[in-house]
C-alpha cells in the first residue's frame, strides 16, 4: 500500500466510493465542520450580545 494512499482516505471518501459525489451529500459533508464552527461563533456572538 502505498504512503499516498493512506493519506487520502478520509471517511468521507470511504463512503462515497463508487458512488456519486457530484450531486451534493459530498460537497455537504465535505464542509460540515466549517458550518459547525460559524453556527458556534454565531451562538456565542448572540449569547454575548443578549447579556
Not at 468521507?12 to 459547525?36: P, Q, S, W
Amino acid at each position: 500500500m502505498k504512503e499516498s494512499y493512506l493519506f487520502d482516505m478520509t471517511f468521507n471518501n470511504i463512503v462515497f466510493k463508487g458512488r456519486n459525489k457530484a450531486y451534493g451529500a459530498y460537497k455537504l459533508r465535505r464542509v460540515y465542520h466549517r458550518h459547525i464552527i460559524i453556527a458556534a461563533i454565531v451562538a456565542i456572538v448572540i449569547f454575548s450580545g443578549g447579556l
